[in-house]
């Protein structure tokens, strides 16, 4: 079984915990955003950044979900995840909703 990868993979942003632009760039908030771990089967919120407030796209931090909802869903990650967790499994989470794996 394949291991689904999360955003920071994906982007080699290098904003994760660890990762090589945290000094320039800080810690991205879906890397470290711990309340939506198992979301899309991500690690924190490494599969529902869209939902995330000041995630870094397109060589700069991104507002809030209303901001950034067009270019995140028209983002090749977005479209990745939602291929692989298909049509009945695929969590959008919007803004103010709890996640809630029951």
């Given at each position: 079984?394949?291991?689904?990868i999360?955003?920071?993979?994906?982007?080699?942003?290098?904003?994760?915990?660890?990762g090589?632009?945290?000094k320039?760039?800080?810690?991205?908030?879906?890397?470290?955003?711990?309340?939506?771990?198992?979301?899309?089967?991500?690690?924190?919120?490494?599969?529902?950044?869209?939902?995330v407030?000041g995630?870094f796209?397109?060589?700069k931090?991104?507002?809030?979900?209303?901001?950034?909802?067009?270019s995140?869903m028209a983002?090749?990650f977005?479209?990745l995840v939602?291929?692989?967790?298909?049509?009945?499994?695929?969590?959008?989470l919007l803004?103010?909703?709890i996640?809630?794996?029951?």
């Open positions: 079984m394949k291991i689904p999360n955003c920071w993979e994906f982007k080699n942003c290098g904003r994760q915990p660890g090589e632009k945290v320039e760039s800080g810690l991205c908030p879906a890397a470290t955003e711990a309340g939506n771990s198992g979301v899309n089967q991500g690690m924190n919120s490494g599969r529902i950044c869209w939902a407030a995630t796209c397109g060589g931090v991104q507002g809030t979900y209303a901001e950034k909802y067009l995140c983002c090749d977005f479209k939602k291929d692989e967790e298909g049509v009945g499994n695929f969590n959008i803004p103010g909703q996640y809630n794996p029951a």
